[in-house]
């Protein structure tokens, strides 16, 4: 499966964004889709996932209440809607799917996924 992200943009703080992530080559369904990020000079780290089937999602701390993930199984693509971003969300972007429907305790988990996405970069800035 090929992943490509988009929506990626500057914002001040307090703004939204809404990334995109299209999925090419196969379906998605009976996979895990998740979004990460990587800040400079930091580890990538767990944003979001949702599991294609079921739609059963799961949110790092850092990001729950503010970003929602969600997909449309007709354009096989899984969405991040980002709001009431803040300075430390500025990182790049990237989805990534596992294969299977993962447990939520293991979505989180960034060696479970397969196929990677190139990123899209949000900055957040006054």
């Known amino acids: 499966v090929q992943l490509q992200a988009s929506g990626g943009g500057s914002v001040q703080p307090g703004g939204s964004l809404r990334l995109s992530c299209l999925a090419s080559?196969?379906?998605?369904?009976?996979?895990?889709i998740g979004w990460f990020r990587q800040a400079p000079g930091k580890e990538r780290e767990f944003v979001a996932a949702?599991?294609?089937?079921?739609?059963?999602?799961t949110y790092a701390t850092s990001v729950k209440g503010r970003f929602t993930i969600s997909r449309d199984l007709a354009k096989n693509t899984v969405y991040l809607q980002m709001n009431s971003l803040k300075p430390e969300d500025t990182a790049v972007y990237s989805c990534?799917?596992?294969?299977?429907?993962?447990?939520?305790?293991?979505?989180?988990?960034?060696?479970?996924?397969?196929?990677w996405g190139q990123g899209t970069q949000v900055t957040v800035s006054s």
């Open positions: 080559g196969r379906t998605l369904s009976g996979l895990t």
């Open positions: 949702i599991r294609w089937s079921g739609g059963i999602t």
């Open positions: 990534a799917a596992a294969r299977g429907n993962l447990i939520t305790g293991s979505m989180a988990t960034i060696r479970l996924y397969d196929y």
